[in-house]
């Protein structure tokens, strides 16, 4: 949605900017190999296991989409002879809504009025392959002592290719918001003929966008640990305590989302439209039929159909000919300038980690009879780890040239042939000496920049866990631990690309580099739960817990250089980049550590019983009830330009709501066995800003879903079953957050 002040003096308005339709694919295949083998003395008191696994999982999907392009900032109105209707709030219920920019440029024929719409295919191939090999050697010399030893080596692969293809045309756009479901309609623009949308020379290719990975790790692993039985009456039982050692190597080759311009309106260059011989037979009518669940189908949409992820090479060598003919900006991976070895990666897309830990343990299991009172028991366990981490990581910075990075060879130029009033590239909103010394800073040739980190840290992780049973099923818990959660290898890289940042469309938003934190640390988190627990039959239990969990170093975003603080131009957390004789302020876009902490406490109530004293053959039913409620408080970014745009969106946690219900019934007697569960949760945020224009706090709306399942034992070998998902045919919704009093639609 973007505001609109211009309808009403005085008065807001909130009008979509665009829509979006697709259709998705989904083509799973996984094959997995497994050995065990087992030794055992004859006395039973050694035992030796050797297991192996070996899984290699493909995932192929694809999508076709037709939506909306925002890339620039026209203003959107009602189209001519037509009102738009608005309900109490201001958001646009129905009416038909177009752009008058009055000049497309290039000398083509397009209509000059109407939203540019892409029509996008885009395809994604996976692979991961991993194997595992496992050794366990335990021996208990006596009764009272317990030995275990433990070898792991884990090898695994991914190999991923993503592309997607885009077509564009105009249309205006009717939308009808006024019933449960959401309308939309597409109109020929004013002027054009009746033919218009089966016209190929309307639609014209645009861009295209590939993305590469290509990456391995390997991990060794050894634990020893000793466990001590007192087997005597004393309060204290066992006690338990070890160390383990781990080392991970990973080397991380994951490229950019490499997008590119085929032919565009503002370039100056002719439109590659779809009539033309070279691409005609590329693009294929494509019909969105089960859109609106079928109600209001959109057919003929022109949309690429020539190779994609899954035939990387044939996409390749079917689009560089095209785009050599076009004299276009766009390249493919491999034809960037700087790419190592004639692959697919330029130098800061390829980055080695290592990790290693040393940890030891300890843990005592204790149990104290007739406790404060007869007939009480409390028992539990007291543990620590400590943790010592070693982090290694090794990558470099890259500069790429200014055709790689902007699509074109000559920026002063590339702005004069811009028509005032037309369309723009975002750096035409800077001045000609400033254009100037951007080309010479990004040049001809691209740069590199080594960068080694190392950093170290340690954990010491407390736990205590408690439970006092008061008799008649009747039972209290305690528990107390400090654990953390590490980053993903992928957080840790520091290999980045200078690039233009993004921005209001139609200003330059300056240059920044996007790369992870070699200096991240882990989530710290303590835990506290406190519960009451009746198990009243023995199916059957009412439980209620509270819980509290402080959360310390929560990663958030920030715009510094990792392990540094740095000031340039008086702008905090800016580095200072030289290339050519020209030195340009960078703003880093990475993840640090929060130094305010983060907190979730809440309370769940649970039920579950099966109702065997009610006569046959209703004895087999049973119900399973718990609330969750969660007070969930988060932290802003430092990197403002990552947050929400309204205040009220900063420190909102996202992906947790507020209520959770689930409410499942059950059947089980003899070989019948059967469930019907629905599952409700309250809003919550997606994401605090949206990756495109206008960075919009995103929210999912409350859903519920009603899922079913039947299940007949035919024998002891055999089952038969059907399981029904989504029987109320719910319909996801997410919305975005409009003004800072919280308005979302």
């Known amino acids: ?6 309808l009403v003096a005085g008065q807001t308005f909130y009008v979509p900017a665009c829509c979006g339709i697709r259709t998705q694919e989904f083509d799973r295949e996984r094959y997995a190999i497994a050995f065990a083998g087992q030794w055992e003395s004859i006395d039973q008191t050694m035992m030796a296991t050797l297991q192996f696994l070996q899984s ?3 995932l192929v999907w694809g999508e076709n989409v037709l939506e909306s392009s925002i890339d620039d900032n026209p203003v959107i109105e009602a189209l001519a002879g037509t009102e738009l209707e608005f309900d109490g709030d201001g958001i646009l219920d129905t009416g038909i809504i177009t752009e008058n920019v009055g000049w497309r440029g290039n000398g083509n024929t397009l209509p000059l009025n109407g939203v540019r719409q892409l029509a996008l295919a885009r395809e994604r191939a996976e692979n991961d392959k991993t194997s595992d090999l496992g050794f366990n050697f335990k021996w208990t010399p006596t009764d009272q002592w317990a030995l275990n030893f433990d070898a792991q080596v884990v090898d695994s692969e991914t190999t991923v290719r993503d592309v997607t293809v885009h077509a564009a045309f105009f249309a205006n756009l009717g939308f009808d918001f006024q019933g449960d479901d959401v309308g939309v309609a597409y109109f020929i623009p004013t002027g054009e003929a ?22 391995e790790a390997d ?64 693009f294929t009518p ?97 543990g620590f780890r400590f943790v010592e981490t070693d982090v290694s990581v090794i990558g470099q910075n890259s500069i790429q040239s200014v055709s790689d990075e902007f699509g074109v060879t000559d920026l002063v130029a590339t702005c004069a042939a811009v028509v005032p009033g037309g369309p723009s590239p975002d750096f035409c909103s800077l001045s000609d000496p400033e254009l100037t010394d951007l080309q010479t800073f990004f040049g001809t040739s691209g740069a590199v920049l080594d960068q080694t980190f190392e950093n170290s840290y340690d954990h010491f992780l407390p736990s205590l866990n408690l439970r006092l049973e008061v008799g008649e099923g009747k ?10 959660v590490r980053p993903q290898a992928f957080d840790l890289r520091s290999g980045g690309t200078v690039t233009e940042a993004e921005g209001a469309p139609g200003t330059f938003a300056g240059l920044e580099i996007s790369s992870g934190n070699p200096f991240l640390e882990p989530i710290e988190a303590d835990q506290f739960d406190l519960s009451y627990e009746w ?31 740095t000031t340039a131009g008086g702008v905090s957390g800016v580095e200072q980049f030289t290339n050519n004789g020209v030195t340009v302020d960078v703003s880093r876009r990475t993840i640090v550590n929060s130094d305010e902490s983060a907190t979730l406490s809440g309370f769940e109530f649970a039920y579950q ?3 065997d004293f009610l006569p046959q053959p209703f004895d087999g039913l049973g119900a399973q009830f718990n609330y969750t409620y969660i007070d969930a408080q988060g932290l802003g970014d430092r990197d403002t330009s990552q947050q929400g745009r309204f205040s009220r969106d900063t420190n909102t946690f996202p992906r947790v709501s507020e209520n959770q219900l689930n409410l499942v019934g059950l059947y089980e007697k003899g070989p019948y066995q059967a469930r019907l569960a629905w599952n409700w949760r309250d809003e919550f945020l997606l994401t605090k800003a949206d990756v495109i224009f206008p960075f919009a706090s995103i929210y999912q709306e409350a859903t519920g879903q009603l899922d079913a399942s039947f299940f007949y034992d035919i024998n002891d070998n055999i089952k038969f079953g059907v399981q029904v998902v989504n029987l109320m045919n719910d319909i996801s919704e997410t919305t975005q957050t409009n003004n800072a009093a919280g308005l979302r639609a």
């Open 535 to 565: 198990y009243f039959d023995d199916a059957g239990s009412v439980t209620f817990t509270y819980f509290w969990k402080d959360l310390q170093n929560f990663w958030v975003g920030s715009a510094g250089n990792p392990g540094q603080s």
């Open 609 to 611: 019983q099966f109702y």
């Open 219 to 282: 991990s060794v692993a050894f634990q020893a640990d000793a466990e001590y039985d007192f087997d005597s009456d004393g309060w204290l039982e066992s006690v338990r305590f070890g160390a383990r050692y781990s080392d991970r190597d990973s080397n991380l080759r994951y490229s950019t989302f490499n997008w590119g311009n085929v032919s565009e309106i503002w370039t100056g260059s002719p439109l590659l439209t779809l009539d033309d011989p070279a691409v005609s037979g590329l």
């Open 56 to 58: 290699d999982a493909d």
């Open 475 to 484: 039972q209290f818990r305690f528990g107390y631990s400090k654990a953390i």
């Open 194 to 215: 009746d033919n218009y949308f089966q016209d190929p020379a309307e639609y014209y290719w645009r861009s295209i966008m590939d993305h590469a990975q290509d990456s």
């Open 1 to 6: 949605f973007r505001v609109s002040i211009e």
């Open 286 to 382: 494509f019909d969105f039929d089960d859109y609106a669940r079928g109600d209001s189908p959109i057919t003929g949409v022109p949309i690429y159909s020539g190779p994609l992820a899954e035939d990387y090479t044939g996409f390749v060598e079917t689009v560089q000919p095209i785009l050599a003919g076009q004299g276009s900006g766009a390249v493919t991976l491999g034809q960037r300038g700087g790419v190592v070895d004639g692959g697919l990666y330029l130098p800061s897309e390829i980055v080695d980690i290592n990790q290693e830990t040393n940890a030891i343990y300890g843990r005592a299991n204790f149990a104290f009879d007739n406790f404060l009172s007869p007939g009480f028991v409390l028992d539990g366990n007291i």
